[in-house]
């Protein structure tokens, strides 16, 4: 239903049929409870902890922590004390309390027709065996097993055999390059990797044994051995695929291991702030950051996020579109997901393979209910014809949900109009690795939406907005978006690096946890992200930082200096446009442009690969030598006005760089 509203933006109303079965069914049962969760957060989720299983209670308070680095280091604390496995409060309760024959995952592959299913009792076999397979092999509590696996449920009962044992699991997207894969593997020091021999992308095919091996051979190299390689066999026989690498010193079979392996396997009691995974993400200084969270607090907050911004009842089918390797993977496909016993579809494949209509055929035929996808497919998906849609029923579906990037108003409209029939609402939902689950989002039944705004803060989330100084701005207005308060799915540390923790997340505007992101609110109270205020690209949802690009573009031995920004995408919302400044006596030409994409490839992955590479005579800069990225930006979105460039070591460079550009853009 839709109503305008005072600024005429129009205004969609929660519908009957929505409300009626909505757990929150009106915006002033949302803030009531809202309310009640910021004024007593111990209280809130300390009712919320009784869902679960827990070994013992708390040695000490429920919460713990400082927020504010003019007191001291930074801290967060939920539940220490207190002994739980996620494992058994996700699957051994579900089948207790009468689930067991219930599917847990429905999974379909790359080809239509390759598919499975799992019941909750099938799968606690699964992820015994697979966790007594890890025991093993010498893993024990606190260990870090690192997995890099197709979007498979193997992929999920690793992730689940790892929590059951206190082991930690590092999941790495099986799109990353195999340098890629030897940093993760070293920071984290993983001592075993699951991986498989290989998945097809549609009809592009990725060699994960081989590119495992090769990341093995560099850990190696770098003096820290892996114990084991795990390989699931994946592929199918018929499929034509290259010889895969073997070696039987540390190789095993995952077929093989399994077979053999126990299907009983007690949890380990761990405490509620023991660590549960490690997931890397892009940091503004190059080096990737291992997102830390741990086991308690995430449990309680993606089981809450879950059951109330999905409004996820128990004969609901969800379908997220994320893959394992990322944050929505972790928390909506697997640990929210189970905590409210979900049925839950689990695609290994890309949005147009076999053709434009795969999402829609994967809605008709399992009846999801809840489609959960980002911005970057919706803006592919709308370009082809509308009958890839229609061809299909979407009647089962209730809710549609969309994650990863600021979606605009007319994506926000196709998504709403023609996918949901203008019946389901949109759940914009905001969030980042580190803040382990949305934390500014809508709920279906009670938040009336505005494309393009993911409305209001979640339970628990105190958000606000500060200026350039740090001063929070009240009401109406425009700055970096803070949170104000800890709640129990945040991140705790960067693994092995507090100081950097501190450093990205509380020292820009102390007492607070600053997103990286700007925001506006409305008069309404309403967040509108306005996209990463450092120097991040955010490419197809992938976030991507500049300094992690222009290192790999700098180890090209032509290429003296480099700088990369984001320039905007019909499709990916933002692409990647690199300039460079050749050595003396260097030319480019186009086998040095398909060398420097080889490099990229390589190093970080098919996904960073830019649209644009541009060599420069030079880089604007500023006195002290920092390059001017915020100009290069604006010229390469084609923005009228620079602002300022008094600061520029030579100003006139920016009219010949402006000329270059423009020229390039018209030829691509
Ligand atoms: C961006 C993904 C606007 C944002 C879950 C954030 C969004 C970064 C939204 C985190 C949204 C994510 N609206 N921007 N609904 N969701 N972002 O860590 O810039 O891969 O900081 O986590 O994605 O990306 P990450």
Not at 60 to 78: E, S, V
Not at 132 to 152: E, F, H, Q, S
Not at 332 to 352: E, H, Q, R
Not at 596 to 616: C, E, T
């Amino acid at each position: 239903m839709k109503s305008p509203t005072t600024d005429s933006k129009p205004i969609y109303l929660p519908s009957d049929a929505i409300q009626k079965r909505a757990y929150i069914a009106s915006l002033d049962e949302y803030l009531e409870i809202y309310n009640a969760s910021i004024k007593d957060p111990v209280k809130f989720w300390e009712k919320i902890a009784t869902d679960f299983f827990w070994k013992t209670k708390p040695a000490g308070p429920f919460l713990n922590y400082n927020f504010d680095l003019n007191k001291g280091n930074i801290f967060i604390k939920w539940m220490e004390g207190a002994t739980t496995n996620i494992c058994y409060n996700l699957v051994d309760k579900t089948i207790q309390d009468g689930y067991g024959d219930k599917i847990a995952y429905y999974w379909e592959g790359n080809e239509p027709g390759e598919q499975k299913q799992i019941t909750y009792q099938a799968l606690l076999k699964a992820i015994c065996k697979c966790a007594n397979v890890l025991k093993g092999l010498g893993i024990k509590k606190g260990d870090r097993v690192a997995i890099y696996m197709p979007n498979t449920i193997e992929a999920i009962v690793a992730m689940l055999s790892c929590a059951r044992i206190g082991a930690v699991h590092v999941v790495v997207f099986a799109g990353f390059s195999a340098n890629a894969l030897a940093e993760r593997i070293i920071a984290a020091q993983a001592k075993l990797l699951i991986t498989a021999d290989g998945t097809f992308r549609g009809t592009k095919f990725i060699a994960l044994k081989s590119i495992a091996t090769q990341a093995l051979m560099q850990c190696k190299g770098a003096g820290h051995p892996v114990s084991h390689c795990i390989m699931l066999k994946h592929l199918h026989t018929t499929q034509q695929i290259p010889e895969i690498p073997w070696d039987d010193a540390i190789d095993c079979a995952w077929e093989r291991l399994m077979a053999s392996a126990s299907e009983v396997c007690a949890p380990e009691w761990v405490d509620g702030e023991d660590p549960l995974f490690i997931l890397y993400t892009s940091g503004s200084t190059g080096k990737p950051k291992g997102v830390l969270h741990t086991t308690g607090g995430y449990l309680l907050y993606t089981a809450t996020v879950f059951k109330y911004v999905f409004d996820y009842h128990p004969e609901d089918i969800f379908f997220c579109s994320g893959d394992l390797g990322w944050i929505t993977g972790h928390t909506f496909n697997v640990y929210g997901a189970l905590a409210c016993k979900s049925t839950s579809v689990v695609f290994d494949g890309i949005p147009t393979y076999p053709d434009g209509g795969r999402f829609w055929d994967l809605i008709d035929r399992y009846k999801v209910t809840t489609f959960y996808t980002a911005p970057t497919a919706i803006r592919t998906l709308m370009q082809l014809p509308v009958s890839y849609v229609t061809k299909y029923s979407r009647a089962s579906l209730r809710i549609l949900g969309s994650v990863g990037e600021p979606i605009d108003p007319s994506s926000w409209r196709w998504f709403y109009e023609v996918v949901g029939s203008s019946r389901c609402p949109i759940i914009d939902t905001f969030w980042q690795t580190e803040t382990g689950a949305p934390i500014i989002c809508p709920l279906p039944g009670s938040t009336p939406l505005k494309p393009g705004s993911a409305t209001l803060p979640f339970w628990g989330i105190v958000a606000t907005i500060v200026d350039e100084d740090g001063i929070e701005i009240i009401g109406r207005g425009k700055g970096h978006l803070v949170i104000k308060n800890p709640w129990p799915g945040m991140a705790r540390t960067i693994d092995g690096d507090h100081q950097r923790f501190q450093a990205t997340y509380f020292e820009p505007y102390h007492g607070y946890y600053y997103t990286g992101d700007g925001a506006q609110r409305d008069a309404d109270g309403y967040f509108w992200i306005t996209g990463r205020t450092d120097d991040m690209l955010n490419c197809s949802g992938h976030l991507i930082s500049t300094a992690e690009i222009e290192s790999v573009l700098m180890q090209h031995p032509s290429v003296a200096e480099a700088a990369a920004v984001s320039a905007l995408h019909a499709i990916k919302g933002e692409s990647i446009h690199c300039f460079i400044v050749l050595k003396q006596e260097q030319l480019y030409n186009e086998i040095m442009e398909s060398e420097i994409k080889s490099i990229i490839r390589n190093q970080i992955g098919a996904f960073a690969v830019p649209d644009l590479i541009q060599p420069v005579p030079a880089l604007p800069k500023v006195g002290s030598g920092k390059i001017m990225r915020r100009l290069l930006r604006k010229i390469v979105r084609q923005e009228g006005h620079l602002g300022d460039t008094s600061t520029l070591v030579d100003p006139n460079s920016i009219d010949q760089l402006r000329g270059l550009i423009l020229n390039k853009a018209k030829m691509l």
